[in-house]
């Protein structure tokens, strides 16, 4: 089951390259489910490989300038404060409530790919951008508590808010969002660092392979709809978040 799970960080990977984000949502269901670690282990687990991958993805953002300062700021703060309360919130709290929770976020994820393709993007206004600052504000914070507690990065909540509330082109909107899930990930696991043993080795493979997929969906996407992709994806987490939530603990 271990290789199957590495296996499958392929598939996470491949995802994150075709469709700039949502894969990573399934490292906690294979860490759990299919390597059989605790969820204790796996979401601190899950924090650390999100980073990493969504840290690598930044990186070319933030060489084309689609990466917002200002705004990154704005959630970064709050994200960062709020992602340390979630994993200390976690810590004293029963797994099985995590999972529960994680499940729910699952749906939630897979409703929003589902529905992506029928939003359409604001044109924002100065104006509009300064009155959403504190929304967005306090979103980051909130976005930040869920990063620590499940272990998800939160870039399918994070990408709505930032075109939505702040007025940012889906481009920036996305760059912004990889450095965002990178500070909150990386507050978590400061949280859960000392608390909670953590299996380097196997992080270290299953980044590894993650990356290798990322690189190979990159040069994937311009073969494949992004549309047709992101809702056949969105059902197959609907799926499994239904499974995660209903069947299996």
Sequence with gaps: MTALGFILALLIGLSLGLLGGGGSILTIPILHHVMGYDVKHAIPMSLVIVGITSGVGSIAHWRTGTVRLQTTFAFGVPAIVGAVLGADL?????GELQLTVFGIVMLAASVSMLLSGMRKTPRAETEHRRKALPVITLMGGAVGVLTGFVGVGGGFLYVP??????GLPIKQAVGTSLVLILLSCTAGVARYQGNVALDWKAIALFTAIALIGVALGTRLVRYVSQ????HAFGVFVLVIGALVLFVGR
Excluded: K, P, Q
């Design 227 to 230: 549309t047709a992709l992101r």
């Design 90 to 94: 976690g810590l004293r709290v029963s």
């Design 161 to 166: 808010a930032l075109t939505l509330l702040g």
